[in-house]
């Protein structure tokens, strides 16, 4: 454990450097308090769900923070000290095992999801009076952003060059975020898309946060992100034990 320690403690080290300065917090919220602003003020309710749009939207938009933060944080973290600053590689040759490595990479982007979600959550609470946390909400945010995390890790550890990122960001980030139920229900998709898009992670992340109560759904949800999470962290362990710079 004093491994996973040690690189928790180095990535928060990071992290809170980049804390520090203003911009960095204000690029992580961009783009979820421009979808919270537009979709909140322009759309309203008319979404077919009346004064529940804006607890609908802003528990969404928190998934979306907490997907964007842990997966694009943690892959870029990983890929630019590969390829640019190569202190990743002083990472791979430190006395650390590799599940220790993935593990600690791991809490650090929880923490990059808990911290960015938290915050847009103050934002809709300020700004238009919704309360959506819970202990399911909490859970969710924990379970998805661990998710996520592991799908940037692994995603760090493949890319060639940096801008790949921009790639996985274009083609499968930015369709979850708009077809995940994150703005609007998936009802309104047509039936095929609605069926393709209940598959996405981001769509089981908005499932539990929107739950009042645990039932068999947010079970099922719970457990979808969860098999992700072994899936993603077991292929980064294999990355690493491989790994050859």
């Known amino acids: ?8 403690y180095r990535e928060l080290v990071m992290l809170w450097k980049k804390i520090g300065k203003l911009g960095y917090v204000f690029a992580a919220l961009l783009y979820p308090l421009i ?3 537009a979709f909140g003020l322009g759309m309203g309710g008319r979404q077919g769900l009346g004064d529940g749009y804006l607890p609908f939207l802003v528990s969404g938009i928190a998934g979306v923070t907490v997907m964007l933060n842990s997966f694009q944080q943690t892959a870029m973290s990983i890929s630019v000290g590969r390829l ?16 220790e490595i993935v593990s600690g990479i791991l809490l650090a ?7 960015s979600g938290a915050l847009l959550l103050m934002v809709g609470e300020a700004v238009f009076g919704v309360s959506v946390a819970n202990g399911l909400f909490l859970l969710g945010m924990v379970v998805g952003a661990l998710c996520f995390a592991a799908m940037g890790a692994v995603v760090g550890l493949l890319v060639t060059d940096v801008d790949e990122i921009s790639l996985v960001n274009n083609f499968f980030i930015t369709p979850m975020i708009f077809f995940g139920g994150s703005f609007f229900p998936l009802s309104n998709l047509p039936e095929f898309l609605a069926q393709v898009a209940g598959l996405l992670p981001i769509r089981a992340l ?13 079970m ?3 457990s979808l992100m969860l098999v992700l999470t072994i899936a993603f962290f077991v292929w980064g362990l294999a990355l690493i034990r491989n790994y050859s710079e």
Request: glycine residues 10%; proline residues 2%; hydrophobic residues 50%.
């Open 220 to 222: 099922l949800c719970l």
């Open 206 to 218: 908005n499932t539990v946060l929107r739950a009042a109560t645990f039932d068999g759904e947010v």
């Open 1 to 8: 454990m004093s491994g996973v320690r040690a690189v928790f």
């Open 84 to 99: 640019y600053f190569r202190s990743f590689q002083s990472l791979i040759l430190s006395p650390v095992s590799a599940g």
């Open 109 to 115: 982007g929880l923490v990059r999801g808990l911290i």
């Open 35 to 37: 979808y919270l602003f």
